[in-house]
């Protein structure tokens, strides 16, 4: 690394709010890539969840690419932990199969692991995910407000950034003003909601995803047991998703054009999830078998209604000195494009590198607004 570069930052304050996976990639990478004989950023981490429920058990399985550079197996393996992960996941060649209603393979595509990935796919729980990216962001020296829920932010005429806390146990609110912040509070981020207000704004993407996890007992059925895949009615504009999670444990996701609905995420009561399984039947009715023995066998604590949403990502150019926007604060992918987390961890560790290899704050921003925002779009498209 070239010498006194990252300065511009040394003894700053930064502040991330939401320690998810794109704040979290964010910290690790910083604390990797950092020249030690600088003295590091005050880093400070507010995460509205506490340390343990942030982790909490998530019953979703995510797939993380490798197919390309701009993937997130590409960036675990940045970080040195590509080794671990995959202790914890089961690799996967990446096939992604599209099959008719009568499960007639009308597609595959298949991607080759990008560089010297040993896959192009792996599986891994969110919670794996997130423990090992947290046990290596905690090496960082940085204070950690766990409960700690971010409430506004606002620039300061000198240029600093005021960010508002709430301490979630006591209700007591506190500030801070800090020379950088990194807005990771996903989705539905408030930062994004106060700082930027018309830029993109969250929209519905025209249809709903109903679905949940089915544990089939003597394991799945063929051909839903190994790859990825979609099953799809296009004159209807049906499609379900299957997304195998183990040997006998699959995701679906059955969706629909059509107007916007309200979102149900589980547990579902006895009556809800038996008015989720018939709609599922009759809106999947053209759907040969295993389709309905799969949703009959949904789990009612892993059930959801959910609409699909999505926001085009944002450069961050001169305005806001300071503020940048990772992850799902920034660019929202419907739920059709499995491909959040890998930006996440794309955008973490892109503008943790580009803050330790540029001069200034305002070319490494720029820097990294050229990673981020293509790779947002390419997917959105
Ligand atoms: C069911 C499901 C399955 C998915 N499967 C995949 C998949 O297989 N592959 C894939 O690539 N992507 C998948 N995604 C998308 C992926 O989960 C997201 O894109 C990813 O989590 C985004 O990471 P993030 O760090 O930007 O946001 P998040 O993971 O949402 O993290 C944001 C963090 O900020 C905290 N926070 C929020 N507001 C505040 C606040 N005001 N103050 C303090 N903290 C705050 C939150 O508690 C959270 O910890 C899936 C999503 C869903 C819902
Ligand atoms: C929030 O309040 C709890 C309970 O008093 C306290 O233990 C914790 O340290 C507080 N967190 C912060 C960041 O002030
Ligand atoms: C910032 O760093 C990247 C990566 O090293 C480099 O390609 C880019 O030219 C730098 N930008 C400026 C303005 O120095």
Not at 62 to 88: K, P, S
Request: with cysteine.
């Amino acid at each position: 690394m070239a010498p006194n570069t990252a300065q511009f930052l040394s003894g700053n304050r930064i502040v991330v709010v939401g320690a998810g996976i794109a704040g979290l990639t964010f910290v690790a990478a910083l604390h990797q890539l950092w020249d030690p004989s600088l003295d590091p950023p005050e880093l400070t981490v507010l995460e509205e969840r506490s340390r343990e429920l942030s982790l909490q058990q998530d019953p979703y399985v995510l797939t993380v690419n490798g197919g390309n550079r701009d993937e997130g197996l590409v960036a675990l393996q940045q970080l040195g932990l590509l080794g671990e992960i995959r202790q914890h996941a089961s690799l996967n060649n990446g096939v992604v199969r599209v099959w008719s209603v009568d499960w007639k393979q009308l597609a595959t595509i298949e991607p080759e692991p990008y560089g010297t990935l040993p896959a192009a796919m792996m599986r891994v729980s969110r919670r794996d995910l997130k423990r090992i990216l947290l046990e290596k962001a905690e090496k960082a020296a940085a204070t950690w407000h766990w409960g700690c829920s971010c409430t506004t932010a606002e620039q300061l005429p000198d240029g600093q950034i005021r960010v508002t806390t709430v301490n979630a146990t006591t209700r007591t609110t506190f500030t801070q003003d800090c020379d950088m912040l990194i807005a990771a509070d996903g989705a539905d981020s408030k930062i994004r909601e106060k700082l930027r207000p018309l830029d993109g704004k969250l929209q519905y993407a025209g249809a709903t995803q109903i679905g949940g996890i089915s544990r089939i007992h003597g394991g799945l059925p063929h051909p839903v047991h190994g790859d990825y895949g979609l099953q799809m009615s296009s004159g209807d504009g049906v499609c379900c998703i299957y997304t195998p999670f183990d040997h006998d444990t699959v995701g679906w996701a059955l969706s629909r054009t059509g107007p916007e609905r309200d979102a149900k995420v589980g547990p579902f009561e006895p009556h809800e999830l038996e008015a989720l399984k018939e709609e599922a039947w009759t809106t999947g009715a053209m759907f040969d078998e295993p389709f309905r023995s799969i949703v009959g066998a949904t789990d009612p604590t892993t059930a959801f209604i959910r609409p699909a949403k999505e926001r085009p990502a944002i450069a961050h150019g001169s305005r806001l000195r300071g503020v940048v926007f990772l992850g799902d604060a920034n660019h929202v992918l419907n739920s059709f494009v499995l491909d959040g987390a890998n930006l996440a961890l794309k955008d973490g560790w892109d503008l943790a590198e580009q803050i330790c290899r540029n001069v200034s704050l305002e070319a490494a921003i720029a820097s990294y607004d050229k990673l981020s925002v293509p790779r947002a779009e390419h997917l959105l498209k």
